[in-house]
């Protein structure tokens, strides 16, 4: 009899348009597996909103696997030694996986393949979380690219592969393993009404992904370019958790956008977004903790606790940033728009240290994603490859009326607001009657960014 194959499930969570699970189908019967270690990724453990997700989109792909007749076999552990056990209590002949970019991913995923190896086990690797190996797209000159738009013409003329269906159901162990029951997987924290507040918008796992997908192409696309950055309209497609956890891949939504022509065009140039932050992270392992402008490095940040404390409880006395900090404290996610506001607030007005946000939002957000995250606190801090000017100071009050007019969003996220009409929404200071629960300005907007510019001014000659 051949021997059985374990496919290892990491950010893949999904049973189709997997090259290395059908290429473990075609190797053995396929043992799929999931390993829950919180020492390998270090500091990059999944923060509190991505445990929660990670639990429903476990619980959705054992759900799948049972309805195939098989088990999902999830296992607590040292990934190595776990992996290396389970080869070696199964008589695994090999370990398939996709590739991933996270550079402490990179590392656990050496030492597994060298464990393995140990023991005469194979670990063959698959196209991962990108739609093109960082390795495959490179400027004319062999370099990484570092500017988002050559980046994405370039990207466009690629040969994006096909999505493969799922292998057949009999292509899975029939079960009896040992694995470990839902309710021992510790990965949701928190009082229940967090929990409960998150089921309301999302649905994670592959059906539900797919489900969000064809909505939001059906319905919204068409619209996205002209309301994308509207955070009261639902024009956007929320797909960026069920992406990190790799429910949907980057190639099924592209050939299904693709395909609706230019009208989707706007959405797949975002789409790529995510394509260069992944490309910039693989060339860049310290990408999520290291500014990649030199000079940045010796930025005079002028970190205050209670200011921060203030940004995070949405309570900063500037509309946008507050609702902003609270949609995200209630959902697990933030519009767009909204982040680039909020963030830009804290380095820039606040002037804390960018990092400090990016480990914030690394706990709170369900889609974070070491890459995304990472790039777009870079960006906004000016202190990315291909980054906004630092000097370019968001005014909150301004991002506020353009794009949060009515104040549909401010007062969705910060009740207290509710009785101001759409001109005072945006300033409550100016009618503090009619929102006497609402804080004042925690700073005033032209003395911070006089002092952003002024700290900016340290390190300008270099940057
Ligand atoms: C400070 C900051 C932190 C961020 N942290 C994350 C993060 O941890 N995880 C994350 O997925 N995105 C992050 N983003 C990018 C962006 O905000 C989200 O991807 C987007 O809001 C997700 O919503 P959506 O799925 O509706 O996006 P859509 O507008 O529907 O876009 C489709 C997809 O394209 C990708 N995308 C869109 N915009 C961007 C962008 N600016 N950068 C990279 N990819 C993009 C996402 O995968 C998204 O799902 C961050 C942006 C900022 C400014």
């Not at 240290?353 to 369900?366: C, E, I, K, S, T």
Request: proline fraction near 8%.
């Amino acid at each position: 009899m051949t021997a059985p194959v374990i496919y290892w499930y990491r950010r893949d969570l999904r049973l189709d348009d997997l090259p290395g699970l059908q290429a473990a189908a075609a190797q053995g019967k396929v043992i799929p597996c999931f390993v829950l270690d919180d020492d390998s990724p270090g500091a990059w453990a999944p923060g509190t909103a991505s445990r929660w997700w990670l639990h429903h989109s476990l619980a959705s792909l054992e759900a799948a696997f049972s309805a195939l007749g098989s088990q999902f076999v999830v296992l607590r552990g040292d990934t190595a030694e776990t992996l290396a056990s389970l080869a070696r209590t199964t008589g695994a002949s090999a370990v398939f996986c996709s590739e991933r970019y996270e550079p402490w991913g990179r590392q656990t995923d050496q030492l597994t393949r060298e464990l393995l190896q140990q023991q005469g086990v194979e670990m063959h690797t698959y196209p991962g979380a990108s739609l093109v190996h960082p390795e495959a797209l490179r400027r004319p000159d062999g370099g990484i690219y570092k500017v988002y738009t050559p980046f994405w013409r370039r990207l466009r003329q690629c040969k994006i592969a096909t999505p493969l269906p799922a292998p057949a159901a009999s292509s899975f162990h029939d079960g009896g393993l040992r694995s470990l029951a839902s309710n021992k997987w510790n990965l949701i924290l928190g009082d229940q009404d967090y929990n409960a507040a998150m089921t309301q918008p999302w649905e994670p796992g592959e059906a539900g992904a797919q489900r969000r997908l064809q909505m939001f192409l059906e319905r919204h696309v068409q619209h996205y370019d002209a309301q994308r950055n509207l955070p009261a309209e639902d024009a956007c497609s929320r797909l960026s958790p069920h992406f990190h956890f790799g429910e949907v891949s980057p190639q099924q939504v592209w050939h299904a956008a693709a395909c609706l022509g230019p009208e989707a065009d706007g959405f797949l140039s975002e789409v790529a977004w995510r394509e260069f932050n992944y490309h910039q992270l693989y060339a860049h392992p310290t990408m999520p903790e290291v500014a990649l402008r030199e000079p940045f490095r010796a930025f005079p940040w002028s970190p205050r606790e209670d200011l921060f404390d203030a940004w995070r409880a949405g309570q900063t006395g500037y509309p946008l940033v507050d609702a902003g900090m609270r949609e995200l404290a209630a959902t697990g996610f933030m519009h767009n728009r909204v982040r680039m506001v909020a963030a830009s607030f804290l380095c820039k007005h606040l002037l804390i240290p960018w990092q400090w946000g990016a480990r914030w939002f690394w706990d709170q957000l369900v889609d974070a994603d070491l890459a995304n995250n990472s790039g777009g606190w870079q960006w906004v801090a000016g202190c990315g490859l291909d980054a906004a000017p630092y000097f370019r100071v968001f005014n909150p009050i301004l991002q506020s009326e353009k794009f949060d007019g009515a104040g549909a969003y401010l007062r969705k996220w910060v009740p207290e607001l509710r009785e101001l009409d759409s001109k005072q929404v945006h300033k409550p200071w100016t009618a503090p009657l009619l929102a006497p629960d609402y804080p004042p300005p925690i700073v005033d907007h032209s003395d911070a960014r006089a002092a952003a510019l002024a700290a900016w001014d340290t390190i300008r000659q270099s940057a």
